[in-house]
């Protein structure tokens, strides 16, 4: 299997090239349109800021491309939100592949800080990237931006409000939270995906 991982100026790239191999994925790291287009499934990971990682997108051309794409192809983390029509943070209009705005957590109680960072359950998976094991799963999350419930949402998890866990249309899909930092969960994830 021909896997891609979207190469940009966003980390967490490493780590998961690093969970591929572990599921025995060889991935091309690449940020090259043709190679990109080729590939049977393509992972656009992220761990950074909206505004600055769109204006590389767009200077690299990255943003057509990606919202192009016709194989499987999903979006991690920042990934996902980059997905989605407009961030609050920075206030950027972003690659528009899921009709959702993309908004800052408000103060939580006490207890409830923000960045949400740490473990958390999924609710109500929807059948793609997941199945009935993996309701009620904890996985790992660190973001302080959240994509509220609409109509793509794939899974739900709830700090602060419920907000979308995984989004899924067409031939997209996201994770708010890393599968490649997940377990055993995140593994069986990231096999769905790749299974697809």
Known sequence: MNVAIVKYNAGNICSVDYALRRLGIEAVVTADAELLQKADKVIFPGVGEAHTTMQHLRQQG??????????????????????CRFSDEGGVDCLGIFDAEVKRFPAGKQQEKVPHMGWNTLGNVKDGLFDHRQEGQYVYFVHSY?????????????????????????????????????????????KNFLNL
């Open 146 to 190: 959240y994509v509220p419930v609409n109509e793509s949402t794939a899974a739900v998890t709830d700090y602060i409000l419920p907000f979308s866990a995984a989004l899924k249309k067409d031939n997209f899909y996201a994770t708010q939270f890393h599968p490649e930092k997940s377990g055993a969960v995140g593994e069986a994830i990231l």
């Open 62 to 83: 990255l943003d057509r491309v990606i919202a192009a794409l016709r194989q499987p192809t999903l979006g991690i983390c920042l990934g996902m939100q980059l997905m």
